[in-house]
């Protein structure tokens, strides 16, 4: 049973690995899809020529999703607090939250460009945007779906409802607040990207920008394996620290 725990994502690696060799043998056959559709070679080649530039983008672009993400984090659990300890303010607040998510966030880069500038501030926006609404949802949720006859017990002994959220519904609730983090995790640093796209002054949004205007398709595809890596680097620094905090959560689900 472990031995199939420690290999669960060994089909997904392998998989992958078959992709990868279709792709090449697919862009050496048919040359003139390489110029749209460049050769994993190809990109990893252009990787290590433009590795010190992209690492140079690639810092400006985490010091953003980190900021963002950290900022949604306190955003998310406080309106949680809030619609939780008071109603009213669930029902005011939360469907206007539910209604801000059908707009594009992609629309309202150009905004926050002329808003805040070509600063770090809209990027750290944008990425508060991406990433607050599944952290408050799924927190939210959560802390409201406790077990009722735990409550009852807890206001049996007259504990107040600061009381009941600190000692009851928050240890309850932290797998799926680490869940929104998750989900989250994979939205953040795309956030920061559409805000650099936009218009930035450095970042891999920006730098990807130049190179898809410059038709340098390698290097496109090269800052977004970059992506992929930073998010899944946030996403598993999550899970890690999800197995330290609920450990039980864990026993319990074997």
């Known amino acids: ?23 090449e043998i697919y862009s050496g056959w048919y040359s003139e899809s390489s110029l749209f559709l460049p050769a994993p070679s190809s990109i990893y080649q252009t990787f290590i020529i433009n590795m010190g530039i992209i690492f140079s983008h690639a810092l400006h672009t985490v010091w953003e999703t980190i900021i963002g993400f950290i900022l949604a984090i306190i955003i998310g ?3 949680s607090f809030l619609f939780t300890l008071f109603p ?35 990027k750290i926006i944008m ?10 949802i799924a927190t939210t949720d959560s802390l409201l779906n406790v077990n009722q006859n735990l ?4 206001k049996s002994m007259n ?13 309850f609730s932290l797998p799926a607040f680490f869940s929104g983090m998750k989900i989250a995790a994979t939205y953040s640093v ?60 864990f026993y319990q689900s074997k």
């Open 1 to 23: 049973m472990k031995n199939i725990i420690h290999f669960r994502y060994l089909p997904t690696l392998l998989f992958t690995l078959i992709l990868i060799i279709i792709w």
């Open 77 to 79: 659990l406080t309106f």
């Open 88 to 122: 009213f303010i669930k029902r005011t607040i939360y469907p206007l939250l539910v209604i801000s998510q059908t707009i594009p966030l992609i629309i309202l880069a150009p905004l926050l460009l002329l808003w805040f500038g070509f600063g770090i501030a809209p």
């Open 127 to 136: 990425v508060v945007l991406f990433c607050f609404f599944p952290i408050t």
């Open 151 to 154: 409550i009852n017990l807890f």
């Open 159 to 171: 504990a107040t409802d600061y009381q009941i959220l600190k000692l009851v519904r928050l240890p």
């Open 190 to 249: 795309s956030g920061a990207i559409v805000g650099e796209y936009v218009g930035a002054k450095e970042g891999l949004g920006i730098y990807m920008n130049i190179a898809a205007s410059s038709h340098a398709f390698p290097l496109v595809f090269a800052v977004i394996f970059v992506v992929i890596v930073l998010s899944l680097t946030l996403f598993a620094i999550i899970s890690v620290i999800e197995r330290l905090a609920i450990p039980w959560h």
